[in-house]
């Protein structure tokens, strides 16, 4: 039974490698108005989608987990080891550095903000 167990979490681990994105993550911290939601404040773990994920909308309200995979500048080892974050997209980032712009408070949960920008996982 306990290799059974052992197999299925394996298996669960691998697929959710297997279906990450890398990207590139930049943050932001004025969070109303959001192009999905007005005026109305979603909270702070939230995100803005780059223009290739946009696509006029249909992202809104999509969840994502997030993780840091590395540097994009000079910032040494800008990354929280194994931490990730959960954020739901809010607002269009047009034009913006990153696939994903988070939140100042999503971005400094798995990544040092003084970074500025950082690689990414998510799925």
């Not at 290799?3 to 979490?9: A, H, P």
């Not at 939140?103 to 949960?109: C, G, L, N, T, V």
């Amino acid at each position: 039974m306990k290799s059974i167990f052992f197999i299925i979490v394996l298996v669960s681990s691998l697929v959710s490698m297997a279906i990450a994105i890398p990207g590139t993550a930049t943050f932001y911290q004025q969070y109303t108005p959001s192009a999905c939601y007005g005026s109305t404040p979603e909270g702070v773990m939230i995100a803005a989608a780059s223009d290739p994920l946009w696509d006029g909308g249909a992202i809104c309200g999509k969840m994502f987990t997030v993780k840091c995979t590395g540097a994009t500048n000079v910032v040494p080892h800008p990354c929280y080891d194994g931490k990730t974050v959960t954020v739901k997209i809010v607002d269009h980032c047009p034009g913006c550095g990153g696939t994903l712009d988070l939140s100042k408070e999503a971005f400094e949960s798995i990544a040092n903000p003084i970074a500025g920008v950082i690689k990414i996982e998510y799925w």
